[in-house]
């Protein structure tokens, strides 16, 4: 077929990128290896628990709430209440995240030395070292009990990563640019309030779907319908003549342009043989192993009410967990009656190792950091243990150089375009933004 758009990959942003082709009338065609579209974003319900193998929530931006209207998922979406705590583990107990400056005079995560070094924010000079990371950043501008008790603790969250590798100016950029424009954080945030432009209201609170995440990249794949072809084999991509070749089970499809909306070690191998500094980038960023654990107690074995959206854990060598989110105490219908579900979080950057462990080893630790913290007593039902070889891109020192390897190659082979979570951002917002882009302007 001459003069189509292909689009290898059908996670989010493939089909967010899709959808926005078609949207401009533009022909279009996705290719994916898997049996199904939706990338790591996964669902399963089992014995009355839904259960979220991939993200678990999205903060709304206006973009998504409008490609939510326009698939007509509206009826579909909850909203988790935005008043709901968040709770850091620290010292072996868990201290509410400060949400107000009346709390965060309260709070004990802090020390009193630790809260007043907050306010000399504004008078720290700008500009720190080059490849600055993400905890030299903070322990610079804020100290360093909130870089290692409030971002350490939150890096591990979102990337599952590490704050001391991670850089500034490629995992937070808006940080980066405070300083660099406002020479202070606070600064930049008050200009920033006043410079904001009244826009589309969008609602507060995480949110989700009745069915699941899995509901947004479902909806996007039934609006593409036969353009979507799923369990694809032997999928190829080959510049030929000022075209793309892209080849899979054993046909070829000729195309004006190609996007390559994959994890960044799958686009390795597709594009090595003609772009070879764009592969070594691609292969160059890391990926951590990941394991999520899906557990069950009994309402009577919680030490706590199951309050709140979770929390994170500043690192130590008591604790083997990232942190856990408390599902059933999100949104509604997430376990039955009598249940409790906690969805729980091991590896990434600060434990690698960890993954390797059987199924009942981390079973058990879990449930060992969980009452140790007070959230539960006793063994939980184990419901299901999902292990991501390669989970979040890291955005680490050199990400930038990486990410200029791929744009030197699009600039190079026109028509070829690098997408995914390893540029732009990790969360699913992000995604679903620079999946729309890319859609908008290929």
Not at 220 to 247: D, H, K, M, N, Y
Request: aromatic share 6%; net charge positive.
């Amino acid at each position: 077929m001459s003069g189509a758009t292909v689009v290898v990959g059908a996670g989010l942003s493939g089909l967010a990128a899709a959808h926005a082709l078609v949207g401009r009338g533009i022909e279009v065609i996705v290719l994916e290896s898997a049996p199904h579209a939706g990338g790591v974003i996964r669902t399963e319900r089992q014995d009355g628990f839904l259960m979220e193998l991939g993200p678990n929530t999205v903060r709304p931006t206006a973009q998504l709430v409008s490609l939510i209207q326009e698939l007509g998922l509206s009826a579909e979406v909850g909203f988790a209440d935005p008043s709901a705590p968040r709770y850091v583990d620290f010292g072996g107990a868990l201290h509410a995240l400060p949400t107000s400056p009346g709390r965060l005079l309260s709070t004990r995560l802090l020390s009193p030395v630790g809260k007043l070094r907050l306010l000399y924010e504004p008078f720290v000079p700008r500009g720190g070292a080059e490849g600055e990371s993400v905890r030299e950043f903070v322990a610079r501008r804020l100290g360093t009990e909130a870089a290692d008790r409030l971002v350490e603790p939150f890096v591990g969250g979102v990337f599952a990563g590490d704050a001391s590798r991670l850089s500034i100016g490629d995992a937070f950029p808006l940080l980066a640019r405070l300083e660099r424009e406002h020479g202070s954080l606070l600064a930049g945030m008050i200009a920033s309030a006043r410079l904001r432009k009244p826009g589309p209201r969008v609602p507060k609170g995480l949110l989700s779907f009745r069915e699941g995440m899995a509901a947004l990249p479902r909806a996007l794949a039934a609006r593409l319908g036969s353009a979507l072809r799923t369990g694809c084999g032997g999928i190829s991509v080959e510049p030929r003549a000022g075209r793309w070749i892209v080849g899979h089970s054993g046909a070829e499809i000729e195309a004006d342009r190609v996007l390559l909306a994959l994890p960044a070690y799958r686009a390795s191998g597709l594009v090595a043989g003609f772009a070879p500094e764009a592969a070594q980038a691609l292969d160059a960023i890391p990926h951590p192993p990941l394991a999520v654990l899906h557990l069950a107690w009994p309402e009577r074995a919680l030490q706590r009410p199951l309050a709140g959206f979770g929390h994170l854990v500043v690192p130590s060598p008591t604790r083997r967990i990232l942190g856990a989110i408390y599902s059933s105490s999100l949104f509604p219908d997430r376990a039955p009656a009598g249940r409790a579900l906690l969805t729980v979080f091991i590896g990434g950057r600060r434990n690698p190792e960890a993954v390797a462990s059987s199924d009942g080893e981390l079973v058990e630790l879990a449930a060992q950091d969980l009452e140790s913290e007070g959230v539960v007593r006793g063994a939980p039902d184990p419901l299901r243990v999902t292990r991501w070889p390669r989970a979040i891109p890291q955005y680490e020192r050199g990400h930038a150089e990486r990410i200029a390897a791929l744009a030197d190659a699009e600039r190079r082979w026109p028509g070829l375009r690098f997408l995914g979570n390893y540029r732009g951002g990790v969360s699913v917002g992000d995604v679903v933004r620079e999946g729309l882009a890319a859609g908008a302007d290929s």
